[in-house]
């Protein structure tokens, strides 16, 4: 059996088919009103997907800044932490040093007097050697 077939090389009766279905979808008004709806729906959906889109990317944002605020305040106070650290450093050098001039002037104090009592230990020699001459010079006393 020989089919005739034209040149787009679909047979007769396929042709036929297709260009009937052609007609109905282009004589049938309901079917673009009802295509035209969906297209519309279907769009509304989209936007409205994308408004949520939007709305997440906005609590991702929101959170970002939150988690980057909550850094920054961490680190301030660590840094307050560390600025309480050196002054209590600080505070524990100058006690020490304080110590230390405490016990400077301390040893200070204390060489004066061993001064002091070589001094008084030299007079009572001078004071010895006078007296010794004194009885050599006027004899026992």
Known sequence: MLFLVDKS???PKLLRYL??????????PDD?????????RERERERERERER???RERERERERERE???RERER????EREREREREEREREREREKERERERERE???ERER???KEREREREREREREMDRKKYGPP
């Not at 260009?19 to 049938?28: A, I, L």
């Not at 106070?77 to 307050?80: H, N, S």
């Open 9 to 11: 090389g679909l047979s």
């Open 19 to 28: 260009e009937q279905k052609e007609k109905d979808q282009d004589n049938n």
């Open 32 to 40: 673009d009103d009802d295509d035209d709806n969906e297209r519309e």
């Open 54 to 56: 939007e709305r997440e």
């Open 69 to 71: 605020e909550r850094e």
């Open 77 to 80: 106070e660590r840094e307050k």
């Open 109 to 111: 104090k204390e060489r």
């Open 116 to 118: 002091e009592r070589e």
